[in-house]
């Protein structure tokens, strides 16, 4: 059987104070294995603002500085230079906002430090709607989605925002889509970010039981069921190429990941029938960058310094743990 490659230590210990099941809480667990106990990491208002509990306690092994909702990229700037101009630049930070704080109020810092090509690493988890304040629409909400202000009846017509491509257009040097529902993946993706240096940008499904409505021990079930049916496709674009970094060899319908949470539990089948359209055309218009970028490296000119292979970050060992194939059932532990 399989190993599992994800590394052993722990930077988020026990002890925060989300919601069981919060898929949130996972991917920045994940995401401090990848990046080791180097990284200052900027938290906007958001559900992690109040995860690491009350001070002076914290669940976090690594340096947090919370900053404005609006600011998170705008702070993630300053701190870095800041500490290059005190003889720290080598110091990883890492902007770790909501998709209410990348989506719609953050945007705009984010934008002007990405067109900047600020070093820095911007990861947007997204749980597709305002949790901390009640789970209100955000741009990133998804069509036919139940939230407190898209009810029964007046449901979001549009799609959500895509965050990734809207990224590429900044021609970052890294941008990747992440899912903790596939550790190995998501760790690898993570410490390949913290290589390079310009600006750097991970958009991570982070499941919220409490506002997608399901059992929170079907977290890690529901993130399967995305990616199995490519309503969240795992792909990376390393310095403006495209690659699917894993695709399921059986596609399931979307219909079995729109079931699975009763924010949709008033989908119409034409409803499902248009989603699933849209999810279509994702994966082929991925498929299509993804073949063309194979054939032509250089196609697209990014901003990027070259990949800094000395940018320090902690080395891990292998753990012992075991894990199977993202496609066979998960084990009972
Ligand atoms: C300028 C400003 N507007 C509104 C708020 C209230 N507020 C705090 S957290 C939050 C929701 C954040 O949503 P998101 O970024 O998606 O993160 P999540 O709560 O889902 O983790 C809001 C609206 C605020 N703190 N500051
Ligand atoms: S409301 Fe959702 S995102 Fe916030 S802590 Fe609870 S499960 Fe996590
Ligand atoms: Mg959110």
Redesign the pocket.
Known sequence: MAKLTIPSEEYQVGGHAACPGCG?ALAMRYLLKGLGPQAVVVIP?????VIPGAMPGTCLRVSTVFS???STAAMASGLKAGLRQTGRGDVPVVGF??????AD?GIQALSGAAERNEDFLYVCYD?E?????GIQR?GSTPAFSWTTTTPHGLEKHTPKKDLPMILDAHHIPYIATLNPSFPEDFVAKATKAARFKGTRYLHVLADCPTGWKHDPSQMVEVGRLATLSHYWPLYEIDQGRLKITWSPSNPIPVEKYLRSQGRFKNVTPEEIAQIQQTVDERWHALQERASRDQKSPERIEVQSETPASSVPHSVHPVSETVIVHPNEPFPSR
């Not at 208002?45 to 603002?49: D, H, L, M, R, V």
């Open positions: 949130a208002a958001c559900c992690w603002a404005s909702f609006e906002a909501g998709d209410g704080g990348t109020i749980n709607a305002y949790m901390n304040t955000s």
